[in-house]
């Protein structure tokens, strides 16, 4: 199989989907690399690396796309990719449809199979390709707070930790999933005054058992999220429905009790947002105010950290890609039930009941 990497497009994405280790192993088991000249380089790794472990190394990714059976990204296709899809193509990346229409359309009227990492379930019913960017997500989150909350940046000039006599920031992250335990785990670090709101009752014990005594848990009803955003001087929208769109938990007209510079993170922007404000923004222009409330809502935040991210991700990818090349886009899909669900479109049919719902589009089994 012809497998292509190029180089990401999106604005400031500095990850790349394969690590020099991952075309050695494919070389080895006869297929054939192609990588879009520069597209390791946010990562550091350098076109020399991918050539000595047998990449073909080409200069545009116009040569990619034409030449691949097989495209691998991290980002979804972008605008400028649409027209490089084409019908019989596989493209294995992160995808999120249900935030955006338009991409769902194209990819739709290119006849190629999407398979999204974000709904590839482990053999313990897991996300394990979401996981690791999921980890990185909910640690960045109050890194990215903690700069937001100062006062040159907008927010209300708080220091998480506080000091001997000043209280600590008051954190809310709404969801106790991968990103929310991450959220706590480096909060709570900070000292600051956390608490995890979720529906899960069952994973608010689990929390409840593993976390330090500066994080509480509450379950996540609307009197409850009320009280918590007029506590807060941080919120960290950390909710994930697999495929489907963000259920919206804050409105606009909750902003009124939330502290005037006050921050609120919406890491669910890959999937549309738990908070009615939230409009994806890039690292470039990360945030913007709405009533008062700072608003960060980067979509691709790790690639923020491209190089720890892009080890993190293909320790994860690179099984399924062996799998793929070696058996072929559809026979490996129906022999692995976790690859089967994350085939999320095949030649122009919609084959995942949340992005069908999500654009009441017909499903097909695949």
Not at 173 to 180: A, F, H, Q, S, Y
Not at 211 to 235: C, E, G, W, Y
Not at 284 to 300: E, L, R
Request: a negative charge; proline letters at 5%.
């Amino acid at each position: 199989m012809r497998v292509g990497v190029p180089k990401e497009v999106k604005v400031d994405e500095y990850r790349v989907a394969m690590l020099p280790v991952g075309v050695e192993e494919l070389k080895r088991g006869g297929h054939t690399v192609l990588v879009e000249a520069g597209a390791g380089v946010g990562s550091g790794i350098s076109d020399e690396e991918y050539a000595e472990a047998g990449a073909e190394i080409v200069a545009s990714a116009k040569e990619v796309w034409d030449q691949a059976d097989l495209i691998v990204k991290v980002k979804e296709p972008q605008a400028s990719e649409f027209p490089l899809m084409r019908s019989g193509q596989a493209i294995f990346t992160y995808f999120h449809f249900a935030a955006s229409e338009s991409l769902t359309r194209n990819v739709i009227e290119s006849g190629v199979t999407a398979i999204a990492y974000e709904t590839l379930r482990g053999p313990q019913g897991d996300l394990p390709l979401l996981t690791p960017m999921s980890e990185i997500a909910g640690r960045m989150s109050i890194q990215e707070g903690a700069k937001y909350l100062e006062r040159p940046q907008l927010g209300r000039g708080i220091l998480l930790a506080g000091v001997p006599g000043v209280a600590p920031a008051h954190i809310a992250i709404l969801g106790g999933g991968v990103v929310g335990k991450n959220a706590a785990r480096i909060a709570a670090g900070f000292q600051a005054d956390v608490v995890i709101l979720d529906i899960n009752v069952d994973r608010l014990r689990y929390l409840e058992d593993i976390m330090p005594p500066n994080v509480n848990t509450l379950f996540s009803d609307r009197h409850n999220i009320r009280q918590q955003l007029k506590l807060a001087d941080l919120v960290i929208g950390a909710v994930l429905v697999e495929g489907a769109r963000a259920p919206n938990l804050v409105s606009r007209e909750d902003l009124k009790y939330m502290k005037h510079g006050a921050v609120i993170i919406d890491v669910a922007v890959d999937q549309g947002g738990c908070v009615e404000t939230t409009r994806p923004t890039t690292h470039s222009d990360p945030t913007y105010v709405i009533d008062g409330i700072v608003h960060y809502c980067v979509t691709n935040m790790p690639g923020a950290v491209g190089r720890t991210s892009t080890y993190a991700l293909c320790n994860v990818t690179l099984p399924y890609i062996l799998k793929i090349a070696k058996e072929g886009v559809l026979p490996a899909c129906k022999g692995h039930a976790g690859l089967n669900r994350a085939v999320n479109i095949h030649a122009g049919q919609v084959t995942n009941a949340a992005v069908a719902k999500t654009f009441h589009l017909p499903l097909t089994e695949l």
